[in-house]
Protein backbone atom coordinates (compact mmCIF):
# COMPACT_ATOMS: atom_id res chain seq x y z
CA UNK A 1 0.00 0.00 0.00
CA UNK A 2 1.42 3.33 -0.69
CA UNK A 3 2.18 5.90 1.87
CA UNK A 4 0.84 9.30 2.49
CA UNK A 5 2.96 12.36 1.77
CA UNK A 6 4.73 13.46 5.29
CA UNK A 7 2.23 16.86 5.36
CA UNK A 8 -0.61 14.60 5.06
CA UNK A 9 -0.05 12.73 8.34
CA UNK A 10 -1.79 12.39 11.01
CA UNK A 11 0.09 13.98 14.53
CA UNK A 12 1.23 11.73 17.07
CA UNK A 13 -1.04 12.03 19.85
CA UNK A 14 0.58 13.13 23.27
CA UNK A 15 -1.31 11.54 27.03
CA UNK A 16 0.26 14.94 29.14
CA UNK A 17 1.16 17.92 27.19
CA UNK A 18 3.57 20.91 28.93
CA UNK A 19 0.57 23.28 29.31
CA UNK A 20 -1.33 21.04 31.42
CA UNK A 21 1.98 20.15 33.12
CA UNK A 22 2.71 23.84 33.97
CA UNK A 23 -1.22 24.57 35.01
CA UNK A 24 -0.31 21.73 37.85
CA UNK A 25 2.80 23.73 38.86
CA UNK A 26 0.50 26.63 39.18
CA UNK A 27 -2.07 25.30 41.16
CA UNK A 28 0.04 24.09 43.70
CA UNK A 29 1.95 26.67 44.28
CA UNK A 30 -0.74 29.18 44.84
CA UNK A 31 -2.33 26.68 47.55
CA UNK A 32 1.16 26.99 49.10
CA UNK A 33 1.50 30.62 49.37
CA UNK A 34 -2.62 30.60 50.56
CA UNK A 35 -1.43 28.19 53.48
CA UNK A 36 0.92 30.27 54.67
CA UNK A 37 -0.60 33.73 54.20
CA UNK A 38 -3.63 32.39 56.86
CA UNK A 39 -0.88 31.24 59.11
CA UNK A 40 0.89 34.73 59.42
CA UNK A 41 -2.32 37.14 59.03
CA UNK A 42 -4.30 35.44 61.82
CA UNK A 43 -2.34 37.09 65.29
CA UNK A 44 -2.04 40.10 62.88
CA UNK A 45 -5.22 40.86 62.58
CA UNK A 46 -6.09 40.12 66.35
CA UNK A 47 -3.53 42.20 67.37
CA UNK A 48 -5.22 45.10 64.66
CA UNK A 49 -8.51 44.31 66.63
CA UNK A 50 -7.32 45.03 69.88
CA UNK A 51 -5.67 48.01 68.64
CA UNK A 52 -9.36 49.36 67.11
CA UNK A 53 -10.76 48.05 70.74
CA UNK A 54 -8.39 50.09 72.71
CA UNK A 55 -8.91 53.37 70.69
CA UNK A 56 -12.59 52.89 71.05
CA UNK A 57 -12.53 52.48 74.83
CA UNK A 58 -10.04 55.58 75.23
CA UNK A 59 -12.74 57.38 73.26
CA UNK A 60 -15.40 56.23 75.23
CA UNK A 61 -13.42 57.03 78.48
CA UNK A 62 -12.99 60.49 76.96
CA UNK A 63 -16.19 61.41 76.23
CA UNK A 64 -17.69 59.56 79.32
CA UNK A 65 -19.85 57.75 77.37
CA UNK A 66 -21.80 54.98 79.46
CA UNK A 67 -22.81 51.32 77.86
CA UNK A 68 -26.36 52.93 78.70
CA UNK A 69 -26.14 55.33 76.01
CA UNK A 70 -25.17 53.15 73.31
CA UNK A 71 -27.87 50.81 73.87
CA UNK A 72 -30.08 51.05 71.20
CA UNK A 73 -33.00 50.11 73.81
CA UNK A 74 -32.06 52.57 76.75
CA UNK A 75 -34.82 53.65 78.71
CA UNK A 76 -32.90 56.79 79.79
CA UNK A 77 -32.03 58.01 76.33
CA UNK A 78 -35.72 57.55 75.50
CA UNK A 79 -37.34 59.73 78.39
CA UNK A 80 -34.38 62.56 77.92
CA UNK A 81 -35.84 62.34 73.92
CA UNK A 82 -39.41 62.95 75.49
CA UNK A 83 -37.92 65.53 78.51
CA UNK A 84 -36.47 67.61 75.26
CA UNK A 85 -39.57 67.23 72.79
CA UNK A 86 -42.23 67.99 75.97
CA UNK A 87 -40.32 71.46 77.06
CA UNK A 88 -40.72 72.61 73.24
CA UNK A 89 -44.49 71.93 73.57
CA UNK A 90 -44.65 73.77 76.93
CA UNK A 91 -43.20 76.88 75.38
CA UNK A 92 -45.88 76.51 72.16
CA UNK A 93 -48.83 75.69 74.66
CA UNK A 94 -48.11 78.82 76.53
CA UNK A 95 -47.75 80.89 73.08
CA UNK A 96 -50.95 79.14 72.43
CA UNK A 97 -52.79 80.55 75.62
CA UNK A 98 -53.24 76.65 76.42
CA UNK A 99 -52.08 77.46 80.12
CA UNK A 100 -53.90 73.88 81.39
CA UNK A 101 -51.78 71.99 78.90
CA UNK A 102 -48.66 73.40 79.47
CA UNK A 103 -49.09 72.46 83.43
CA UNK A 104 -49.69 68.81 82.31
CA UNK A 105 -46.75 69.05 80.40
CA UNK A 106 -44.11 70.24 82.86
CA UNK A 107 -45.73 68.07 86.29
CA UNK A 108 -44.82 65.11 83.52
CA UNK A 109 -41.23 66.65 82.79
CA UNK A 110 -40.72 66.97 86.22
CA UNK A 111 -41.87 63.30 86.86
CA UNK A 112 -39.59 62.02 84.37
CA UNK A 113 -36.48 64.24 85.64
CA UNK A 114 -37.13 62.78 89.47
CA UNK A 115 -36.73 59.31 88.07
CA UNK A 116 -33.86 59.96 85.61
CA UNK A 117 -32.36 61.63 89.55
CA UNK A 118 -33.13 58.40 90.91
CA UNK A 119 -31.23 56.45 88.72
CA UNK A 120 -28.61 58.81 88.80
CA UNK A 121 -27.62 58.05 92.41
CA UNK A 122 -27.69 54.94 92.77
CA UNK A 123 -25.39 54.58 89.72
CA UNK A 124 -27.78 51.98 87.86
CA UNK A 125 -29.85 52.15 84.78
CA UNK A 126 -33.19 52.72 84.79
CA UNK A 127 -35.45 49.60 84.69
CA UNK A 128 -38.65 49.32 81.92
CA UNK A 129 -40.58 48.39 85.11
CA UNK A 130 -39.77 51.82 86.92
CA UNK A 131 -39.96 53.65 84.13
CA UNK A 132 -42.71 52.08 82.09
CA UNK A 133 -45.77 54.80 83.56
CA UNK A 134 -43.32 57.72 83.31
CA UNK A 135 -42.64 56.90 79.52
CA UNK A 136 -46.50 55.82 78.74
CA UNK A 137 -48.28 59.29 79.84
CA UNK A 138 -44.90 61.28 78.33
CA UNK A 139 -46.08 59.68 75.33
CA UNK A 140 -49.79 60.22 75.35
CA UNK A 141 -48.92 63.72 76.30
CA UNK A 142 -47.05 64.07 73.31
CA UNK A 143 -49.47 62.53 71.05
CA UNK A 144 -52.22 64.92 71.92
CA UNK A 145 -49.84 67.23 71.34
CA UNK A 146 -49.59 66.28 67.59
CA UNK A 147 -53.41 66.63 67.51
CA UNK A 148 -53.23 70.18 68.82
CA UNK A 149 -51.03 70.65 66.06
CA UNK A 150 -47.84 71.20 68.02
CA UNK A 151 -45.67 70.19 65.05
CA UNK A 152 -42.54 70.69 63.86
CA UNK A 153 -43.65 73.23 61.24
CA UNK A 154 -46.15 75.14 63.34
CA UNK A 155 -43.30 75.55 66.63
CA UNK A 156 -41.11 77.04 64.03
CA UNK A 157 -43.51 79.65 62.52
CA UNK A 158 -44.66 80.30 66.22
CA UNK A 159 -41.05 80.97 67.34
CA UNK A 160 -40.21 83.21 64.46
CA UNK A 161 -43.59 85.35 64.96
CA UNK A 162 -42.35 85.28 68.61
CA UNK A 163 -39.02 86.63 67.74
CA UNK A 164 -40.53 89.33 65.33
CA UNK A 165 -42.26 90.66 68.26
CA UNK A 166 -39.70 90.16 70.41
CA UNK A 167 -37.56 92.86 68.01
CA UNK A 168 -40.30 95.25 67.95
CA UNK A 169 -40.90 95.60 71.16
CA UNK A 170 -37.20 95.94 71.86
CA UNK A 171 -36.75 98.57 68.96
CA UNK A 172 -39.60 100.26 70.62
CA UNK A 173 -38.02 100.49 74.00
CA UNK A 174 -34.62 101.37 72.70
CA UNK A 175 -36.23 104.14 70.87
CA UNK A 176 -37.75 105.81 74.12
CA UNK A 177 -34.36 105.08 76.00
CA UNK A 178 -32.95 107.19 73.56
CA UNK A 179 -34.98 110.32 73.43
CA UNK A 180 -35.53 109.81 77.56
CA UNK A 181 -31.45 110.17 78.00
CA UNK A 182 -31.29 112.78 75.36
CA UNK A 183 -33.77 115.01 77.12
CA UNK A 184 -32.29 113.76 80.68
CA UNK A 185 -28.93 115.05 78.99
CA UNK A 186 -30.46 118.56 77.80
CA UNK A 187 -32.15 119.18 81.35
CA UNK A 188 -30.53 121.84 83.85
CA UNK A 189 -30.41 120.39 87.00
CA UNK A 190 -32.22 122.68 89.36
CA UNK A 191 -28.89 123.37 91.63
CA UNK A 192 -26.59 124.67 88.50
CA UNK A 193 -30.04 126.56 87.95
CA UNK A 194 -30.26 127.69 91.71
CA UNK A 195 -26.50 128.43 91.26
CA UNK A 196 -26.99 130.57 88.36
CA UNK A 197 -30.16 132.80 89.70
CA UNK A 198 -27.64 133.36 93.46
CA UNK A 199 -24.70 134.64 91.74
CA UNK A 200 -26.44 137.07 89.33
CA UNK A 201 -28.52 138.22 92.34
CA UNK A 202 -24.67 138.80 93.98
CA UNK A 203 -23.47 140.53 91.06
CA UNK A 204 -25.64 143.47 91.21
CA UNK A 205 -26.41 143.50 95.02
CA UNK A 206 -23.27 143.59 95.52
CA UNK A 207 -20.91 146.45 93.37
CA UNK A 208 -17.43 145.79 94.72
CA UNK A 209 -17.42 142.87 93.05
CA UNK A 210 -17.15 144.73 89.83
CA UNK A 211 -14.61 147.19 91.15
CA UNK A 212 -12.96 144.56 92.03
CA UNK A 213 -12.36 143.97 88.29
CA UNK A 214 -12.12 146.88 87.25
CA UNK A 215 -9.14 148.04 89.52
CA UNK A 216 -7.24 145.20 88.04
CA UNK A 217 -4.83 146.59 85.95
CA UNK A 218 -2.79 144.19 84.74
CA UNK A 219 -5.75 141.88 83.32
CA UNK A 220 -6.01 143.59 79.88
CA UNK A 221 -2.46 143.14 79.50
CA UNK A 222 -2.33 139.71 80.22
CA UNK A 223 -4.72 138.77 77.82
CA UNK A 224 -2.83 140.22 74.90
CA UNK A 225 0.59 138.27 76.07
CA UNK A 226 1.85 136.11 74.31
CA UNK A 227 4.22 134.79 76.30
CA UNK A 228 1.81 133.56 78.50
CA UNK A 229 -0.37 130.13 78.02
CA UNK A 230 -4.19 131.32 76.78
CA UNK A 231 -7.00 128.73 77.16
CA UNK A 232 -10.67 129.82 76.05
CA UNK A 233 -14.03 127.88 76.85
CA UNK A 234 -17.16 128.36 75.41
CA UNK A 235 -19.75 127.46 77.50
CA UNK A 236 -22.74 128.67 79.69
CA UNK A 237 -22.51 126.03 82.39
CA UNK A 238 -20.56 127.72 85.82
CA UNK A 239 -19.83 124.79 87.17
CA UNK A 240 -18.46 123.03 84.72
CA UNK A 241 -16.05 125.63 83.25
CA UNK A 242 -15.08 125.90 87.12
CA UNK A 243 -13.73 122.82 87.15
CA UNK A 244 -11.74 123.28 83.74
CA UNK A 245 -9.82 126.06 85.00
CA UNK A 246 -9.75 124.51 89.04
CA UNK A 247 -8.61 121.41 87.40
CA UNK A 248 -5.97 122.84 84.90
CA UNK A 249 -4.67 125.47 87.90
CA UNK A 250 -4.41 122.36 90.08
CA UNK A 251 -1.92 120.54 87.92
CA UNK A 252 -0.08 123.26 86.67
CA UNK A 253 3.72 123.63 87.44
CA UNK A 254 2.89 127.80 86.66
CA UNK A 255 -0.35 128.25 87.06
CA UNK A 256 0.18 131.86 87.29
CA UNK A 257 1.04 132.07 83.36
CA UNK A 258 -2.50 130.22 82.64
CA UNK A 259 -4.81 132.76 80.93
CA UNK A 260 -8.31 131.61 80.60
CA UNK A 261 -10.92 133.48 77.96
CA UNK A 262 -14.35 132.12 78.71
CA UNK A 263 -17.37 133.03 76.29
CA UNK A 264 -20.71 133.07 77.48
CA UNK A 265 -24.28 134.07 76.61
CA UNK A 266 -25.88 137.71 78.17
CA UNK A 267 -28.38 134.97 80.62
CA UNK A 268 -25.20 133.19 82.14
CA UNK A 269 -22.70 136.88 81.82
CA UNK A 270 -23.18 138.21 85.13
CA UNK A 271 -23.27 134.97 87.13
CA UNK A 272 -19.91 133.85 85.76
CA UNK A 273 -18.54 137.08 86.24
CA UNK A 274 -19.31 137.08 90.16
CA UNK A 275 -18.32 132.92 90.25
CA UNK A 276 -14.92 133.60 88.89
CA UNK A 277 -14.74 137.28 90.75
CA UNK A 278 -15.08 135.80 94.13
CA UNK A 279 -12.92 132.48 93.76
CA UNK A 280 -9.60 132.42 93.46
CA UNK A 281 -7.50 129.81 91.25
CA UNK A 282 -4.12 129.58 92.50
CA UNK A 283 -3.19 133.02 90.75
CA UNK A 284 -4.75 132.07 86.98
CA UNK A 285 -6.23 134.59 85.24
CA UNK A 286 -9.95 134.47 83.89
CA UNK A 287 -11.40 136.91 81.53
CA UNK A 288 -15.45 136.40 81.12
CA UNK A 289 -17.02 138.08 77.84
CA UNK A 290 -20.45 137.64 76.20
CA UNK A 291 -21.09 136.93 72.23
CA UNK A 292 -23.70 139.00 71.76
CA UNK A 293 -20.88 141.72 72.65
CA UNK A 294 -19.36 140.91 69.18
CA UNK A 295 -20.65 143.22 66.69
CA UNK A 296 -19.13 141.15 63.93
CA UNK A 297 -20.94 138.09 64.93
CA UNK A 298 -24.33 138.93 63.05
CA UNK A 299 -26.96 137.04 60.36
CA UNK A 300 -24.80 138.84 57.26
CA UNK A 301 -21.58 137.34 58.25
CA UNK A 302 -22.69 134.16 60.35
CA UNK A 303 -24.22 131.30 57.97
CA UNK A 304 -25.67 129.65 61.25
CA UNK A 305 -27.47 133.15 62.65
CA UNK A 306 -28.81 133.50 58.62
CA UNK A 307 -30.17 129.46 59.06
CA UNK A 308 -31.80 130.59 62.29
CA UNK A 309 -33.84 133.06 60.94
CA UNK A 310 -35.43 130.88 58.08
CA UNK A 311 -38.42 128.99 59.32
CA UNK A 312 -38.04 125.40 57.87
CA UNK A 313 -34.66 125.49 59.86
CA UNK A 314 -36.64 126.38 62.85
CA UNK A 315 -39.52 123.97 62.50
CA UNK A 316 -36.46 121.70 61.98
CA UNK A 317 -34.57 122.23 65.33
CA UNK A 318 -37.82 123.47 67.14
CA UNK A 319 -41.11 121.84 66.22
CA UNK A 320 -40.25 118.11 64.76
CA UNK A 321 -42.91 117.77 63.53
CA UNK A 322 -42.38 118.13 59.89
CA UNK A 323 -41.08 114.82 58.63
CA UNK A 324 -43.58 112.65 61.18
CA UNK A 325 -40.65 111.75 63.75
CA UNK A 326 -38.30 109.71 61.42
CA UNK A 327 -35.59 112.14 62.16
CA UNK A 328 -33.91 111.25 65.60
CA UNK A 329 -34.19 113.63 68.36
CA UNK A 330 -30.51 113.65 68.74
CA UNK A 331 -30.30 115.59 65.49
CA UNK A 332 -32.71 118.05 66.22
CA UNK A 333 -31.07 119.49 69.45
CA UNK A 334 -31.53 122.57 68.96
CA UNK A 335 -27.87 123.07 70.83
CA UNK A 336 -26.28 122.59 67.59
CA UNK A 337 -27.28 125.87 66.05
CA UNK A 338 -26.14 127.72 69.53
CA UNK A 339 -23.49 130.25 68.83
CA UNK A 340 -21.87 128.94 71.64
CA UNK A 341 -21.34 125.51 69.87
CA UNK A 342 -20.22 127.45 66.64
CA UNK A 343 -18.08 130.12 68.05
CA UNK A 344 -14.96 127.38 67.83
CA UNK A 345 -14.76 128.67 64.03
CA UNK A 346 -13.95 132.33 64.98
CA UNK A 347 -11.82 132.06 67.55
CA UNK A 348 -9.37 134.49 65.34
CA UNK A 349 -12.41 137.31 65.54
CA UNK A 350 -12.81 136.40 69.26
CA UNK A 351 -9.21 137.15 70.15
CA UNK A 352 -7.51 139.12 67.19
CA UNK A 353 -4.56 139.63 69.34
CA UNK A 354 -3.08 136.18 70.21
CA UNK A 355 -1.26 134.06 68.09
CA UNK A 356 -1.37 130.18 69.69
CA UNK A 357 -4.37 129.00 71.55
CA UNK A 358 -5.68 126.15 73.71
CA UNK A 359 -9.26 125.30 72.90
CA UNK A 360 -11.20 123.05 76.06
CA UNK A 361 -14.55 121.87 76.28
CA UNK A 362 -16.55 122.32 79.21
CA UNK A 363 -17.04 118.56 79.73
CA UNK A 364 -13.43 118.32 80.32
CA UNK A 365 -11.15 117.04 83.44
CA UNK A 366 -7.61 118.39 83.04
CA UNK A 367 -5.04 116.04 85.26
CA UNK A 368 -1.94 116.58 84.33
CA UNK A 369 0.52 119.74 83.12
CA UNK A 370 -0.83 120.81 79.89
CA UNK A 371 1.69 123.92 79.36
CA UNK A 372 3.74 121.84 76.78
CA UNK A 373 0.96 121.84 74.31
CA UNK A 374 2.32 125.20 73.37
CA UNK A 375 5.79 123.82 72.82
CA UNK A 376 4.07 121.33 70.36
CA UNK A 377 5.49 122.18 66.43
CA UNK A 378 2.09 121.80 64.33
CA UNK A 379 3.80 121.92 61.19
CA UNK A 380 2.50 124.65 59.25
CA UNK A 381 -1.16 123.22 60.02
CA UNK A 382 -4.11 125.24 61.46
CA UNK A 383 -5.01 122.48 64.27
CA UNK A 384 -3.89 119.87 66.83
CA UNK A 385 -5.60 117.61 67.33
CA UNK A 386 -5.86 113.84 69.06
CA UNK A 387 -7.10 111.64 66.21
CA UNK A 388 -9.75 109.09 66.92
CA UNK A 389 -9.94 106.51 63.65
CA UNK A 390 -8.64 103.27 66.05
CA UNK A 391 -11.36 100.93 68.10
CA UNK A 392 -14.68 102.06 67.99
CA UNK A 393 -14.17 105.46 66.85
CA UNK A 394 -14.46 106.48 62.86
CA UNK A 395 -13.04 108.15 60.23
CA UNK A 396 -14.87 110.54 57.70
CA UNK A 397 -17.32 108.20 56.19
CA UNK A 398 -19.08 107.22 59.33
CA UNK A 399 -19.65 111.11 59.66
CA UNK A 400 -20.34 112.82 56.36
CA UNK A 401 -22.76 111.62 53.34
CA UNK A 402 -20.44 110.41 50.90
CA UNK A 403 -23.53 110.15 48.19
CA UNK A 404 -23.37 113.58 48.02
CA UNK A 405 -20.96 114.51 44.84
CA UNK A 406 -19.58 117.30 46.79
CA UNK A 407 -18.55 115.28 49.39
CA UNK A 408 -17.47 112.43 47.17
CA UNK A 409 -15.48 114.31 45.57
CA UNK A 410 -13.41 116.59 48.00
CA UNK A 411 -12.68 114.46 50.86
CA UNK A 412 -11.16 110.88 51.29
CA UNK A 413 -13.68 108.58 53.24
CA UNK A 414 -11.09 106.48 55.26
CA UNK A 415 -9.89 109.76 56.49
CA UNK A 416 -8.44 109.67 59.98
CA UNK A 417 -11.51 111.84 62.36
CA UNK A 418 -10.04 113.98 65.04
CA UNK A 419 -11.80 114.92 67.98
CA UNK A 420 -12.91 118.67 69.22
CA UNK A 421 -12.60 118.93 73.13
CA UNK A 422 -9.10 119.43 73.35
CA UNK A 423 -7.35 121.37 70.21
CA UNK A 424 -4.35 123.56 69.99
CA UNK A 425 -4.93 126.08 67.62
CA UNK A 426 -1.82 128.40 65.53
CA UNK A 427 -3.89 130.97 65.13
CA UNK A 428 -1.13 132.90 62.42
CA UNK A 429 -1.80 130.23 60.59
CA UNK A 430 -5.15 129.71 60.60
CA UNK A 431 -5.77 133.88 59.82
CA UNK A 432 -3.32 132.94 56.93
CA UNK A 433 -5.22 130.16 55.44
CA UNK A 434 -8.61 131.65 56.17
CA UNK A 435 -9.89 128.83 57.63
CA UNK A 436 -13.17 130.33 59.12
CA UNK A 437 -14.36 131.42 54.90
CA UNK A 438 -13.69 127.79 54.17
CA UNK A 439 -15.93 126.88 57.33
CA UNK A 440 -18.63 129.20 55.73
CA UNK A 441 -18.19 127.71 52.92
CA UNK A 442 -19.37 124.53 53.66
CA UNK A 443 -21.80 125.28 56.28
CA UNK A 444 -24.02 127.53 53.34
CA UNK A 445 -23.83 124.17 51.24
CA UNK A 446 -25.37 122.73 54.16
CA UNK A 447 -28.46 124.41 54.58
CA UNK A 448 -30.94 121.80 53.30
CA UNK A 449 -28.38 118.96 55.54
CA UNK A 450 -27.47 116.84 52.90
CA UNK A 451 -24.29 116.75 53.79
CA UNK A 452 -24.14 116.05 57.28
CA UNK A 453 -27.06 116.26 60.31
CA UNK A 454 -25.19 116.52 63.65
CA UNK A 455 -23.23 118.90 65.41
CA UNK A 456 -19.88 120.82 64.87
CA UNK A 457 -17.63 118.04 64.20
CA UNK A 458 -18.37 117.17 60.61
CA UNK A 459 -18.06 120.76 59.33
CA UNK A 460 -14.63 120.35 61.55
CA UNK A 461 -13.84 117.70 59.94
CA UNK A 462 -14.49 119.43 56.32
CA UNK A 463 -12.52 122.89 57.53
CA UNK A 464 -9.83 121.88 59.04
CA UNK A 465 -9.11 118.85 56.58
CA UNK A 466 -5.13 118.37 55.49
CA UNK A 467 -4.86 121.19 57.95
CA UNK A 468 -4.63 118.89 60.76
CA UNK A 469 -1.29 117.41 63.37
CA UNK A 470 -2.50 114.30 64.99
CA UNK A 471 -1.42 114.66 68.65
CA UNK A 472 -0.46 111.74 71.06
CA UNK A 473 -3.26 110.41 71.88
CA UNK A 474 -2.42 110.55 75.89
CA UNK A 475 -3.47 113.99 75.75
CA UNK A 476 -6.65 113.99 74.93
CA UNK A 477 -8.85 110.50 76.15
CA UNK A 478 -12.48 110.23 75.45
CA UNK A 479 -15.48 108.37 76.43
CA UNK A 480 -15.87 108.75 79.80
CA UNK A 481 -19.43 110.02 79.17
CA UNK A 482 -21.01 107.43 77.18
CA UNK A 483 -18.36 104.08 77.11
CA UNK A 484 -15.68 102.21 79.63
CA UNK A 485 -12.33 103.33 79.18
CA UNK A 486 -9.40 101.63 80.09
CA UNK A 487 -8.20 102.25 83.50
CA UNK A 488 -4.73 102.68 82.27
CA UNK A 489 -5.42 105.30 79.59
CA UNK A 490 -7.09 106.79 82.08
CA UNK A 491 -4.56 107.53 84.24
CA UNK A 492 -1.91 108.22 81.86
CA UNK A 493 -4.13 110.94 80.19
CA UNK A 494 -3.58 114.62 80.42
CA UNK A 495 -7.37 115.55 79.52
CA UNK A 496 -10.16 113.75 79.80
CA UNK A 497 -13.00 114.20 78.09
CA UNK A 498 -16.36 113.21 79.15
CA UNK A 499 -18.30 113.36 75.91
CA UNK A 500 -21.74 111.90 75.51
CA UNK A 501 -24.72 112.02 77.32
CA UNK A 502 -23.89 110.79 80.70
CA UNK A 503 -22.27 114.23 81.96
CA UNK A 504 -20.32 114.27 85.70
CA UNK A 505 -23.23 116.93 87.00
CA UNK A 506 -26.02 114.85 85.64
CA UNK A 507 -27.60 111.93 87.99
CA UNK A 508 -27.24 109.99 84.44
CA UNK A 509 -23.63 110.29 84.92
CA UNK A 510 -21.52 107.34 84.71
CA UNK A 511 -20.82 106.41 88.42
CA UNK A 512 -16.80 105.24 88.38
CA UNK A 513 -15.98 108.21 86.79
CA UNK A 514 -17.63 111.00 88.10
CA UNK A 515 -15.20 111.06 91.58
CA UNK A 516 -12.42 112.23 88.60
CA UNK A 517 -14.75 115.21 87.94
CA UNK A 518 -16.19 115.97 91.33
CA UNK A 519 -12.55 116.47 93.08
CA UNK A 520 -12.34 119.99 91.67
CA UNK A 521 -15.83 120.79 92.95
CA UNK A 522 -15.88 122.57 96.56
CA UNK A 523 -19.02 121.38 97.77
CA UNK A 524 -18.14 122.85 101.58
CA UNK A 525 -18.49 126.49 99.64
CA UNK A 526 -21.34 128.26 100.68
CA UNK A 527 -23.03 129.12 97.24
CA UNK A 528 -22.70 125.57 96.22
CA UNK A 529 -24.12 124.42 99.71
CA UNK A 530 -27.35 126.49 99.59
CA UNK A 531 -28.16 125.15 96.15
CA UNK A 532 -28.20 121.74 97.66
CA UNK A 533 -24.98 120.61 95.43
CA UNK A 534 -23.57 117.36 96.74
Not at 199 to 214: A, M
Not at 344 to 352: C, D, H, S
Not at 367 to 378: E, N, P, T
Amino acid sequence: MRRQRPEFRRPVRRRFSNVFWLTLCGLAVLMLIVLLSRESTQPRSRSVLSKSSYGHNKVMESLNVTAEMLNPDSITRQLNDQISLAKAFVVIAKESNNLQFAWELSAQIRNSQILLSNAALRRSPLTLRESETAVRDMALLLFQAQQLHYDSSTMIMRLKARIQDLEEQMSSVTDKSNKYGQIAAEEVPKSLYCLGVRLTTEWFRKPDLQKKISRNGQLSMKLKDNNLYHFCVFSDNILATSVVINSTASNSLNPDRLVFHLVTDEVNYAAMKAWFTMNSFRGVTVDVQKFEDFTWLNASYVPVLKQLQDSETQSYYFSGSNDGGKTPIKFRNPKYLSMLNHLRFYIPEVFPSLKKLVFLDDDVVVQKDISGLFAIDLKGNVNGAVETCMETFHRYHKYLNYSHPLIRSHFDPDACGWAFGMNVFDLVEWRKRNVTGIYHYWQEKNVDRTLWKLGTLPPGLLTFYGLTEPLDPSWHVLGLGYTNVDPQVIENGAVLHFNGNSKPWLKIAMEKYKPLWEKYVDYSHHMLERCNFH
